[in-house]
Each structure stands twice: as structure tokens, then as C-alpha cells.
């Protein structure tokens, strides 16, 4: 596979009813649309991703071109995939842990190849509209409308897109633009990397992916783990609890994050801007946002007396 291009979207579709009586129906979903060519062109195959959250989308986008790169076709192939493999191994660890809630769905020209977990299955309705409109994905919208209207109910369809990562690798170059948003943030910036004279190392797709989607978990974890940091300091973790041995494995998971990013760093001439964002900045900065969110919780403890007031500082 010689080039890779796409943009990963976080997306909520609103279903509203005519009859106001009705509650709205919400779907929530990331997406990301991975195409792929064969250096002789023979192979040409899409398959759109959705999943619970962005990095794991970013991470089976990854494992999916690195499949296809060094096995050919995934959607002709005389052995079926092991789509559970390749998921399997995204998740294991600390989201299988962590999120037990997360799921995923593969689709090729509309149709499920594999899910795993719960989906909300009006998002199966827009890869059928989007099939249909051979990638016009801005009309799917339009025509699942059409879709309920034709089987008798009349809906109005609230489409919000927001853009998290914007791809673009070949083996010389690649470049990628993140926007992870956070409560009362946005972290933005992009990176280019390119080979080192010295080193025949190639600039694979699926690696410009796994490190993006590195990027996009270690800036969200670096904020939970500040928020969780901010709350054992306020003595609402108990030590030896779940959520205490959550924070102690996030804090592992996101060193681990980085490590990969540095190693990336190190193989390739990699240039920021404006700059990297630092993971352990974000972690202080969410606690001091943490401070002003679980002070009400804290004067509530003084006043019952749960807490001792000689113990704090507010």
C-alpha cells in the first residue's frame, strides 16, 4: 500500500420523531473510512470503522492497512479474516479492563463484516444510505430520512461532525492533524515526519495511525488521570479501591503511550506545531480544573462531618 488519506470524525445523529410526544433517539459513534490500493491497483476495497472511542478507531484503522499490506485483499480473501483477532489484540489490557463498555463495527459497501459490543443500529441504517449513494456520505443523512419516511414515520435527522484527526502518509512522508476536545479544552496541533537520511526505515500508514491514536488516548487519559489524582488528594478514593487501582493503571498505561510516541520520535525527523503537547501538562492542568469541580462535593463532606475540617484548605 504506497499512500493512505482520511479523516477520522466524532459523530452524533438526533433522531427527532414529527410527533413531539416522541423522546429524540441519540447516537453516538466515531467513524473513519479506510482505503485501500494495492501497489498494482488490483485491490481496491473500503471499509468504514466505527467505534465507542477515537483512539481505538484510529488503532483498528492501523490493523486493518497493516493487514491488507502484507496479506493482500481482506474482502476476497479465500480464508476469512480473524476480525476478532484483530480487534482482540486492539483492546486487550487496559481498555478491556477499563471500558467494558466498548464496541466496535466493520462495515463493506453497507453491510456488518464484524461488531463486537452494543451499537446503536440507526448508524447501520446511514452505511446502508451511504453504500447507496456510492460514498456521497453527506446525503446518507437525506436519504435515511427518505428510508423512515417510505416505512410511514416521518423523522428529522440532527447530524453534528466533528473532525478529530486528519491523515496523510506515504513512505517518504506523513502528516497528521489532531483535535482532541476535552471539558472546557481543545488540545490541537499536527505533526510531520519524514525518514532520516541515515536510515532506510520506511514511514508505514498503520504506524502514522498507531501513533496518532497514541496521541489522541494519552491527551484523554492525562485529563481523567488528573481529575482521578485531584479526587485521592481530596480523600474521595479510598486507597486499595477499584478507582484507586484505576488511576495507578492509567498512570502505567499513559507513560506507556508515551514511550511509544519517543520511539516514533526517534526513528523519524518528526516536527510539531505550534508544539508537542506534554502529557504530564495536561494532567496538572486538569487538576487544577478538578479543584474547582469537586469543591462543592468537598464543603458538602465539611458540613456533614464526613471529613475533618482541620484536615482542609478551601
Sequence with gaps: MLEFNSSLL????????????????????????????????????????????????????????????????????????????????????????????????????????????????FLDIIEQCDAANKDNYESSVELAEDIFSRAGKKVKIDHEANVALVVSANAEKAKCGIIV?????????????????????????YTTLTVAASFLEGVQLAFQIGMMKKKKEYKLIEQYSDEDRHLRRATNRMANLNKAISNYEGFFNVIYRPDRPIFKDIVIKAEELAAKVLRPEVEKKLADGDIEAKDWVI
Design 10 to 121: 466524532r459523530e452524533k445523529f438526533i433522531i427527532q420523531s414529527q410527533d413531539q410526544d416522541d423522546e429524540p433517539i441519540v447516537a453516538f459513534s466515531n467513524r473513519l473510512a479506510v482505503s485501500l490500493v494495492s501497489p498494482d491497483g488490483i485491490d481496491n476495497e473500503t471499509f468504514i470503522i466505527r467505534t465507542q472511542n477515537m483512539h481505538s478507531c484510529a488503532r483498528l484503522a492501523a490493523s486493518i492497512i497493516k493487514n491488507f499490506s502484507e496479506k493482500g485483499t481482506l474482502a476476497h480473501r479465500a480464508t476469512s479474516v480473524q476480525w476478532n483477532e484483530l480487534w482482540g489484540d486492539i483492546i486487550k489490557g487496559y481498555e478491556k479492563i477499563w471500558n467494558p463498555n466498548i464496541w466496535c463495527t466493520i462495515y463493506y459497501k453497507g453491510r456488518i463484516v464484524y461488531e463486537d459490543g452494543e451499537h446503536h443500529s
Design 181 to 205: 476536545r476535552a471539558a472546557k479544552s481543545v488540545t490541537t496541533f499536527n505533526y510531520t515526519a519524514t525518514s532520516k537520511e541515515d536510515s532506510d526505515r520506511k514511514i508505514h500508514p
